[in-house]
């Protein structure tokens, strides 16, 4: 069992937040700020994601895949190529991603509170998302 360190992991580290539903954007913001990080967004289209991606100034993303009648995919490509590391939330689990990114961390909806920003830090851990 890998013991993780939420708070040193995500102290200061500036993460972009992409989600449609208000409510789970808040409760996303929320448990990230108590796990020390600064919030980017959130967003809720993929043009104020690619807005506030700006030019990679991020440590991480929190991306929900289905935003309205939008996906996800084009900001995880933007993420991709300045190397940000990101991790899905959705409620559709590995199933409801494209297969380019099929081997990307996913955090299935609804998910635990508790455990929230532990499996958004070892999402993180993993290192920069590369071009595949």
């Known amino acids: 069992m890998i013991i993780v360190n939420t708070s040193s992991v995500l102290a200061s580290r500036r993460i972009l937040v992409v989600e449609d539903e208000p409510l789970v954007a808040m409760l996303e913001e929320d448990l990230l700020?108590?796990?020390?990080?600064?919030?980017?967004?959130?967003?809720?289209?993929?043009?104020?994601?690619?807005?506030?991606?700006?030019?990679?100034?991020?440590?991480?993303?929190?991306?929900?895949?289905?935003?309205?009648?939008?996906?996800a995919f084009p900001v995880a490509e933007r993420l991709t190529e300045l190397g940000v590391p990101f991790?899905?939330?959705?409620?559709?689990?590995?199933?409801?991603?494209?297969?380019?990114?099929?081997?990307?961390?996913?955090?299935?909806?609804?998910?635990?509170?508790?455990?929230?920003?532990?499996d958004v830090a070892m999402a993180l851990m993993r290192g920069p998302a590369r071009a595949d």
């Open 33 to 71: 700020l108590e796990a020390g990080a600064e919030i980017v967004g959130p967003a809720t289209s993929v043009a104020q994601a690619l807005t506030l991606i700006g030019d990679g100034d991020l440590d991480g993303a929190v991306l929900d895949v289905n935003l309205g009648e939008e996906t």
């Open 87 to 118: 991790v899905f939330v959705t409620g559709y689990g590995r199933q409801g991603l494209i297969e380019r990114h099929a081997h990307r961390p996913v955090i299935r909806k609804p998910f635990k509170p508790q455990e929230f920003a532990k």
